[in-house]
């Protein structure tokens, strides 16, 4: 079972005060990069794979989205989500996304927001969501980046020369990881990029595009800190159809 | 137009005593790899796009291949080739892969092993590439895996708790690197691996498989200083289709 870090009170309160938190999803640096991935929303079925605030899902039926799924494995968060929502069209689910059953053929687009790298079995769950696809639908995901998850000892390091590196060790060595993020212990998992490409293509998936987000110019001159992210990328965005 | 860095005396004294320059394919780490992304090679057109000595062209005759086109643009490393060579089948032609002219569906597996990385406009290459692939035409590569060709200052380093680490930085900066590997001044070219993979995507090549190769537990136990590459990928590994 993925540990539920959501409802950690102290993780809670850390999450609830980031931009994404608060801005919704303009306050995510790589969320013109991921919407740019999603398809024309209207009539679409969708479900969104740990919603958490529900921002997406609000703006999937501003978009014409015909009916939307969110689904959380914290109360916490869904409990937010469903005091701002006020659409019938969108039902939130509390489940964890381990042992999450999706009805077949139910949905044209999957959708998930740096839930993935949390999953430990996300071979079952990305079966599970290839079954529950139309054919022709989309799985648009973001997922924290093999480059930014693989390193034991996560963080950047200043060179001789005075230049920031991000240290990377441990790339091939796919498993958890445990980080301190707003709590202490948060448990991620570690695959390669080859090993989330190739799950999607074994189970039948077209890949139509995978970025390794970084900001572009316009961001970096209204955020310059974000400059960093130049560095080694943080986010792997990416698309595929069924 | 690319470096011709292999007719440089100092490079092609050094490359000519690596392993994979002596033994041949078997001398490659990541050869077991890249040969189970390879098609059934009976009765198939072959261009390898970077052959150096020849070794993966005689390959493909051994196993059945119909007809092989080995181009590269040392004039050194083809010399080699042709004086180890005797087979009709088997033609050697020295080109800039910048400028190569392909005829048109004439090729069904087009092959290149670590040459990509060197090469400035890449997809004019792989337009021609696709072009010159006949439908269900197979495209298998390696290049050195962009987390090994990004740094400005590659090579381990060693942190506090003495652990070694690869520094990345300059990640999402693409363009061209100078390394001293075997001479002083080799210019690679550094592209993200959603670069790489999206130019595929572009051209309409659909991805088989990605594989950021690691040794197997065998060849750690055959040869323990491999070990060190399951810190960080050096070579990257694509299958498509055209």
């Known amino acids: 079972m993925t540990q539920n870090i959501y409802d950690n009170p102290e993780f809670f309160a850390g999450y609830s005060r980031l931009d994404r938190s608060v801005e919704g999803l303009e306050g995510a640096a790589e969320w013109p990069a991921l919407k740019a991935l999603l398809p024309d929303m209207r009539g679409l079925e969708v479900v969104d794979l740990g919603c958490g605030f529900g921002w997406f899902c609000r703006w999937a039926r501003e978009q014409g989205a015909a009916r939307v799924l969110g689904v959380d494995v914290s109360e916490k968060?869904?409990?937010?989500?469903?005091d701002t929502t006020i659409d019938p069209a969108i039902t939130y689910?509390?489940?964890?996304?381990?042992?999450?059953?999706?009805?077949?053929?139910a949905f044209d687009l999957a959708y998930s927001s740096?839930?993935?790298h949390y999953i430990d079995d996300l071979p079952a769950l990305l079966g599970r969501v290839h079954c529950a696809l139309r054919p022709g639908g989309h799985l648009v995901f973001s997922a924290e980046h093999p480059i930014f998850t693989a390193p034991a000892n996560p963080g950047w390091s200043v060179d001789a020369a005075g230049r920031k590196t991000w240290p990377v060790d441990n790339y091939l060595c796919?498993?958890?990881?445990?980080?301190?993020?707003?709590?202490?212990?948060?448990?991620?998992?570690?695959?390669?990029?080859?090993?989330?490409?190739?799950?999607?293509?074994?189970?039948?998936f077209a890949l139509a595009h995978v970025e390794e987000w970084g900001p572009t110019d316009e961001q970096i001159a209204a955020h310059p800190s974000w400059a960093e992210a130049r560095q080694r990328p943080m986010f792997l965005?990416?698309?595929?159809r069924r």
């Open 77 to 82: 968060m869904l409990a937010r989500a469903r």
């Open 174 to 204: 796919e498993g958890p990881r445990r980080t301190d993020w707003l709590a202490k212990g948060v448990v991620k998992q570690h695959r390669t990029l080859g090993t989330y490409l190739n799950l999607l293509l074994r189970l039948g």
């Open 237 to 240: 965005l990416v698309s595929a």
């Open 93 to 105: 689910l509390r489940a964890d996304l381990e042992r999450l059953e999706l009805r077949e053929a």
């Open 114 to 116: 740096l839930a993935l």
